[in-house]
């Protein structure tokens, strides 16, 4: 009898410790985890729930502010090769009288001898979001 409790006890003890590590161990992953997360987590293109802003979107278009930073600042921030500027309403303002189905057009296909080439040179861009980046540069420039 006293044997057998003695066994008992054992195995308790045994269950309560095994117990005890394996909270242990729970813990120690999910701390583990939490110091691994930033590295490890996958920030998949166009999920800006991740809290980066991926420059390909899988889903939706971009506004045409981003399209506008990252395809056409380049020239049209500078004057590079002549583009007009975004903000300078006097370089813009023939422009717009040609009306925006004209302006449109040449953010899609460019205007062949200058250096405003289809799209701007961006082929990831979808036509409206070409459109949309046209659509902010001439709202900044009016
Ligand atoms: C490599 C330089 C370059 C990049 C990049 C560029 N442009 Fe241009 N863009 C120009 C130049 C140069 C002109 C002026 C062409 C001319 O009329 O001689 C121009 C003119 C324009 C015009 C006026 C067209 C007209 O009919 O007067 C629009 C609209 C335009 N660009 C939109 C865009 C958009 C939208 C983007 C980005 C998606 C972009 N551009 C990227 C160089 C560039």
């Not at 729970?26 to 980066?52: H, L, T």
């Not at 990252?70 to 590079?80: F, I, P, Q, V, Y």
């Not at 205007?111 to 902010?136: H, L, Q």
């Amino acid at each position: 009898m006293i044997k057998t409790l003695k066994v008992l006890s054992l195995l308790s003890f045994c269950a309560v410790f095994s117990l005890a590590s394996q909270a242990q161990n729970d813990k120690q992953r999910a701390d583990i985890e939490a110091r691994i997360k930033p590295v490890g987590q996958a920030c998949v293109v166009g999920d800006n729930s991740c809290g980066v802003a991926t420059v390909a979107s899988a889903g939706g278009a971009r506004s045409g502010e981003d399209v506008y930073n990252a395809a056409c600042m380049a020239c049209h921030s500078t004057g590079a090769a002549g583009a007009p500027k975004l903000g300078d309403v006097a370089a813009w303002s023939p422009r717009l009288a040609k009306g925006m189905d004209v302006l449109h057009d040449h953010g899609v296909n460019g205007i062949p001898g200058t250096g405003m080439i289809a799209k701007g040179g961006c082929m990831s861009c979808s036509d409206e979001e070409v459109v949309a980046a046209v659509d902010y540069m001439v709202d900044g420039s009016k």
